[in-house]
Nanobody, 119 residues
Framework: QMKFLESGGGLAQLGGSLRLSCTAS????????MAWYRQAPGNERESVAQITNTGYTEYLEPTKGRFTASKDNNLNTLYLQIDSLKPEYTAVYYC?????????????WGQGTQVTVSS
């Protein structure tokens, strides 16, 4: 079972930037689509960005232009660049396989990385 370790979050200023990283315990090269998710307090976890094995990306509408997903297959690592931070981006961010294409094993979730945007 593949596991994920997220990092790069923290306390950031309104309008600032953060780059999140997520390293998988195995190869991600042949996984058709990976995704970044977030869960804000009181909300369900939602997918905010997807990246396919060819590098094609899609984003949750409100994050377009501010979120950029990328990956390095050699490092089995995904990245999420978040620019122009807003308070509503405050959440725990996770990565995993894209649940549009895969059934996600509950035990595969990492601990996430907390992003807190202060105004």
């Amino acid at each position: 079972q593949m596991k994920f370790l997220e990092s790069g979050g923290g306390l950031a200023q309104l309008g600032g930037s953060l780059r999140l990283s997520c390293t998988a315990s195995g190869s991600i090269e042949h996984i058709y689509s990976m995704a970044w998710y977030r869960q804000a307090p009181g909300n369900e976890r939602e997918s905010v960005a997807q990246i396919t094995n060819t590098g094609y990306t899609e984003y949750l509408e409100p994050t377009k232009g501010r979120f950029t997903a990328s990956k390095d297959n050699n490092l089995n690592t995904l990245y999420l660049q978040i620019d122009s931070l807003k308070p509503e981006y405050t959440a725990v961010y996770y990565c995993n396989k894209d649940d549009h294409w895969y059934n996600i094993d509950t035990g595969s979730w990492g601990q996430g990385t907390q992003v807190t945007v202060s105004s």
